[in-house]
T-cell receptor
Framework: NAGVTQTPKFQVLKTGQSMTLQCAQD?????MYWYRQDPGMGLRLIYY???????DKGEVPNGYNVSRLNKREFSLRLESAAPSQTSVYFC???????????FGPGTRLTVT | AQTVTQSQPEMSVQEAETVTLSCTYD???????LFWYKQPPSRQMILVIR??????QNATENRFSVNFQKAAKSFSLKISDSQLGDAAMYFC???????????????FGSGTRLLVRP
């Protein structure tokens, strides 16, 4: 099992450009998440998908959109990147209420 | 809303000694889970230990143990016999259990950087 995979690992964007961060899990997990990590602030939830076909906003959703393409894949889109979106982005997934969240390796995004 | 607070931005420990990282949280729920995650320079988030709120016994995993004080809403991590490989950021995290919130989302503290001196 590859677990949770994310592409790309690194990305540099110019202000106003768009891009999609990809996430996939091969553990047949039901719920998937996107977090961002900024210095000194821990991880904060952007969006999540409790099950295939549903998505909901987290703590910091502004400037992002998500798609739960199927049970395996959950993508995060930045339509018009801003320097404030410079961060490390983590995708995670979980099977059910009693299990743990598994995290991907993260994507370091810089917006200039 | 639930919150998690880690008041120690950085801690230092001598190799082979013991260190305790602090975490407090705030919630009105009675059923929840608490976690400690380790983040080494590789950035990977690694689960160190978890505690179910309904369990009175403190969780242990080899050299890692917790002191869970439910009434005080405190959840500290003790690392015994510290090793160089323990050097990392450590995050405390909270998750609701049963109830209306079925998102299973994690709420993180701001982290504690642990330095291990050889």
């Amino acid at each position: 099992n590859a677990g949770v995979t994310q592409t790309p690992k690194f990305q540099v964007l110019k202000t106003g450009q768009s891009m999609t961060l990809q996430c996939a899990q091969d553990m047949n997990h039901n719920s998937m998440y996107w977090y961002r990590q900024d210095p000194g602030m821990g991880l904060r939830l952007i969006y999540y998908s409790a099950s295939e076909g549903t998505t909901d906003k987290g703590e910091v959703p502004n400037g992002y959109n998500v798609s739960r393409l199927n049970k395996r894949e959950f993508s995060l889109r930045l339509e018009s990147a801003a320097p404030s979106q410079t961060s490390v982005y983590f995708c995670a997934s979980i099977l059910d209420r009693v299990s743990e969240q598994y995290f991907g390796p993260g994507t370091r995004l810089t917006v200039t | 809303a639930q919150t998690v607070t880690q008041s120690q931005p950085e801690m230092s420990v001598q190799e082979a000694e013991t260190v305790t990282l602090s975490c407090t949280y705030d919630t009105s729920e009675s059923d929840y889970y608490l976690f400690w995650y380790k983040q080494p320079p590789s950035r990977q988030m690694i689960l160190v230990i978890r505690q179910e709120a309904y369990k009175q016994q403190n969780a242990t995993e080899n050299r890692f143990s917790v002191n869970f004080q439910k009434a005080a809403k405190s959840f500290s991590l003790k690392i015994s016999d510290s090793q160089l490989g323990d050097a990392a950021m450590y995050f405390c995290a909270y998750r609701n259990g049963f109830g209306l919130d079925s998102s299973y989302k994690l709420i993180f503290g701001s982290g504690t950087r642990l330095l291990v001196r050889p």
